[in-house]
């Protein structure tokens, strides 16, 4: 096989075969094959805005072919990931939580024979879209059923976004996954790929019906409650099932709890597990109209694409660090509770990320040292007074929210301009300062205008600020061994919740990654 890279190819068409023999200085004839690896956006001119590619192409003579070829072009022999299914046995592993780590570790467990028991203490993903519409509409919080916690995890409400920074052979094999199980094929090309929270939500159920089929449990409605430990070994799990108490059997239990599983992480405290305190992020999401989005990042180009995102990053004279992340291009703020009396923003897409709206969160670096005492739980308590303080500011459920310009001037805002916030319920006008943290807001403060160095328009006075955002990373990590494992033995922290994972794919890699631990020929202690 050879592959080509940085092949340049323009907006409206063209072909890609065509381009790539003109690179292998052939005649396209001789090409049996040509296909998109990769295809990216280059903006950085605006008078010249265009797609670059990278191709696999097929043919004769390959070696030869490549030794008289322009540079973008060499050999590759392309790895497959394969499962390394070496120990199959009799008892069956549980996996707690079906978010993408989760859904990941039980669909490897059960393609390959070890008949997984998943458990998820939320609702099927149907029935969890009308609670959380339910709450959207001004219904009652679930606290059981939400934004966070239910079947997708929190990832099944968001843009369904596949980018990472991991480079891992996995990487390949879970977007080829996606698109076996109901996803769009141009995410295995895309540079930025993301399935959209509209076709995220078919996704999950098919994987899920996948696991069963191949000998897989999955109960909803099922919270891990205890961890059964004998001389220092995982012996199985105690749930709540409908407010039934009954106990699961195991010597394998995969913890992929999702980072806002907070009575679980004081559970695994009280138990002995060992965890430390690690860096997170909290602020709040800022939204601007995607047409000025699209005109600042492609110019007259913007015609031709589809919504723009961006993505930066900012370090303040003192080295905190301030970013963008999550970018929802053509999306909604929502509103992703998950503990009464609390408000937490999040940011939401469809596949044709057609909203008049683009969000992002604005996050600001939280050191362990910035946090109060010493216990290992700090990082939550201090997301959970931000979320708390929101609540009580904003009156309820109603998010506060202020335009840019105000909160620059340090000014409260009464009523949207230009922008108008995409959050529901509602949001409460004011000043968000009431809710975030000084440092945080001032870090925030600085950075904006720096942002708005790199893309005209991000501190524009009418878009407008909607807090808090605290759920974007978990404040703690549960720590695993060489063989991923717990100091409880049998017990596989994996995902975000267990401080390991950072979006939709990493979660998913780590968590086929557990299941191959899990699986190991070698005795696990």
Not at 279 to 304: C, D, L, T, W
Not at 316 to 322: K, N
Not at 406 to 434: C, I, M
Request: hydrophobic share 40%; proline share 4%; charged share 25%.
């Amino acid at each position: 096989m050879i592959r080509i890279t940085n092949i340049k190819m323009p907006l409206d068409g063209g072909s890609l075969a065509e381009e790539a023999a003109k690179i292998l200085k052939i005649d396209k004839t001789k090409i049996k094959k040509c296909t998109l690896i990769k295809q990216a956006v280059d903006a950085r001119k605006k008078s010249d805005v265009h797609y670059v590619c990278t191709a696999d192409v097929e043919i004769d003579n390959e070696k030869r072919i490549v030794s008289r070829a322009d540079k973008r072009a060499r050999l590759i022999n392309e790895k497959k990931y394969v499962f390394p299914n070496d120990n199959p046995r009799d008892d069956r592993p549980i996996v707690v939580g079906a978010g993408p780590a989760g859904l990941f570790c039980a669909l490897m467990l059960a393609e390959n024979g070890h008949r997984p028991i998943l458990i998820e203490r939320g609702k099927p993903v149907r029935e969890r879209m009308r609670d959380v519409e339910n709450f959207w509409n001004g219904g009652a919080l679930n606290i059981q059923s939400n934004v966070q916690f239910g079947e997708g995890g929190a990832g099944t409400f968001s843009d369904g976004k596949l980018t990472t920074g991991i480079n891992d052979v996995r990487c390949r094999y879970v977007l080829e996954e996606f698109v076996k199980f109901g996803a769009p094929e141009d995410i295995l090309y895309l540079a930025k790929p993301h399935i959209g929270t509209d076709r995220l939500r078919g996704v999950v159920e098919n994987i899920r019906m996948r696991i069963i089929e191949c000998g897989g449990e999955v109960r909803f409605n099922t919270q891990l409650t205890n961890l059964i430990i004998e001389d220092g070994w995982i012996s199985g799990a105690a749930v709540d099932a409908d407010g039934i108490k009954t106990t699961i059997n195991a010597a394998r239990i995969a913890l992929a709890i999702g980072h806002s599983a907070r009575d679980t992480f004081v559970m695994l405290k009280e138990r002995g597990a060992q965890m430390v305190r690690k860096p997170f992020s909290v602020g709040g999401r800022i939204e601007h109209k995607q047409e000025m989005i699209n005109i600042s990042q492609y110019g007259k180009a913007h015609e031709k694409l589809g919504a723009a995102d961006y993505k930066f990053a900012v370090h303040l004279p003192d080295d905190r660090g301030v970013y963008t992340f999550c970018m929802c291009p053509g999306g909604v703020v929502v509103a992703a509770s998950s503990e009464e009396g609390g408000i937490v923003t999040n940011g939401m897409s469809y596949y044709n990320r057609s909203g008049e709206n683009a969000n992002s969160a604005l996050l600001v670096e939280v050191r362990p040292e910035d946090l109060a005492g010493d216990d290992v739980l700090e990082g939550v308590k201090f997301q959970r007074d931000i979320e708390k303080r929101a609540f009580d500011v904003g009156g309820g459920y109603h998010a506060p929210a202020q335009t840019v310009g105000d909160f620059l001037s340090g000014k409260p805002s009464l009523e949207a301009r230009n922008v108008f916030p995409t959050y529901s319920p509602a949001v409460a006008w004011g000043d968000v300062r009431q809710v975030l943290p000084e440092f945080v807001a001032d870090a925030m403060a600085q950075a904006i205008p720096l942002i708005d160095r790199k893309m005209r328009g991000f501190a524009a006075g009418e878009a407008v600020i909607t807090v808090p955002e605290t759920r974007s990373s978990s404040p703690i990590r549960i720590v695993r061994d060489e063989a991923r494992q717990s100091n409880i033995r049998g017990l596989f922290p994996c995902g975000e919740g267990a401080g390991y994972a950072g979006g939709i794919m990493s979660a998913a890699v780590d968590g086929i990654r557990t299941a191959e631990a899990m699986v190991r020929k070698e005795k696990l202690d």
